[in-house]
């Protein structure tokens, strides 16, 4: 167990719409990021934050938002859902933003 | 940007027989790089990491080798087991940047 916590392990819904996907980090990580898993694509950086305030930001599209809130928890926001976006949603955290990353056990999103 | 990559995508070895997995990457200022394990169903596990002014670092069974002239990293399992049968990613950063740069993977199977 990382000590990193994603909910929910699953998710599936319809094109269109628009999921939350939530990341609790382990106890004093202040950095948290947040990856996607898809067969064709390997772990794809998406965005992190640190103590609140977005600090990089890579592959994540428009659609797609994130944000880190006072008790470090973070969310990703998903909306108007493609299929396309059907893949593994992985959340990590670090205790600064140089050292090593500790991942959850993911968010497997499906869209039909 | 940075490219990382693996020389073989699948890598079979026979119980007790020692491992090596591969890995190139294309960016010279990286300065920390970190190998993963992930088992089906399961978020990328931290295995160990290396910075770059060392070029060798043990772990328990685990060897990561950092040549800097020719841009390779490499992990060596020894006395390989069963459990150890995952996909294994490599990833690069550089101090100082905010995100992880993945490798596609190698899966390694052990074969009893």
């Known amino acids: 167990d990382s000590g990193v916590t994603q909910t929910p392990k699953h998710l599936i819904t319809a094109t269109g719409q628009r999921v939350t996907l939530r990341c609790s980090p382990r106890s004093g990580d202040l950095s948290v990021y947040w990856y996607q898993q898809s067969l064709d694509q390997g772990l794809q950086f998406l965005i992190q934050y640190y103590n609140g305030e977005e600090r990089a930001k890579g592959n994540i599209l428009e659609r797609f938002s994130a944000q880190q809130f006072p008790d470090l928890h973070s969310e990703l926001n998903l909306s108007s859902l493609e299929l396309g976006d059907s893949a593994l949603y992985f959340c990590a955290s670090s205790a600064r933003v140089d050292s090593s990353a500790f991942f959850g056990q993911g968010t497997r999103l499906t869209v039909v | 940007g940075e490219s990382v990559g693996l020389h073989l995508p699948t890598l079979s070895v026979q119980e007790g027989d020692n491992s090596i997995i591969n890995c190139a990457y294309s960016?010279?200022?990286?300065?920390?790089f970190i190998w993963y394990k992930q088992e089906s169903g399961k978020g990328p596990q931290f295995i160990i990491d290396i910075r770059s002014n060392m070029d060798k670092r043990q772990g328990q069974r685990v060897t990561v080798l950092l040549n800097k002239t020719v841009k390779h990293l490499s992990l060596q399992i020894a006395a390989t087991q069963p459990g150890d049968s995952a996909v294994y990613f490599c990833a690069e950063s550089l101090t100082g940047a905010n995100n992880l740069f993945f490798g596609t993977g190698t899966r390694l199977t052990v074969i009893p």
């Open positions: 960016n010279s200022a990286s300065d920390y």
